[in-house]
């Protein structure tokens, strides 16, 4: 029998992936220790000032990237963006629109689209196997 339950933590890298900020930018104490799964809930639901700073205006970790320009991450990649950027940074890209973001949103949005109708296409053979999925 357990006397008392053990505290989940985890790594900064984790619990700033789970934030979607960029580890590096985050304050050193962040950085040095651990994060139990009550702090990391008391930073989603209470942001301190750095973690608003960070979020609104960066540098921001890839995938939030990624999801601000609308493409994949692998298609930054194909774009030559491995570094981390910034808010400003993001809205400038937007703003000259390079032939590589052009190609990699249209991507993604053919993605998407192909998305929904294999969702689409599911449902109904789901619908036409009946309740309990037979043929």
Not at 75 to 92: F, K, M, N, S, W
Not at 101 to 111: D, S
Request: proline share 7%; net charge positive; hydrophobic share 35%.
């Amino acid at each position: 029998m357990k006397q008392h339950q053990s505290t989940q933590t985890m790594k900064p890298a984790t619990a700033a992936k789970k934030l979607g900020v960029y580890l590096e930018a985050t304050p050193a104490e962040f950085r040095e220790g651990v994060v139990s799964r009550t702090e990391l809930n008391e930073l989603q639901a209470d942001p301190p000032q750095w973690l608003q700073d960070l979020r609104a205006h960066g540098p921001h970790p890839r995938p939030v990237v990624a999801a601000k320009l609308g493409v994949s991450i692998a298609g930054l990649a194909r774009g030559g963006v491995t570094e981390p950027l910034t808010t400003e940074q993001i809205e400038a890209l937007k703003q000259e629109q390079p032939e590589w973001l052009a190609k990699e949103r249209a991507t993604q949005a053919e993605v998407r689209k192909e998305t929904v109708r294999i969702k689409k296409k599911n449902a109904e053979k789901a619908e036409k196997a009946g309740p309990a999925g037979r043929d």
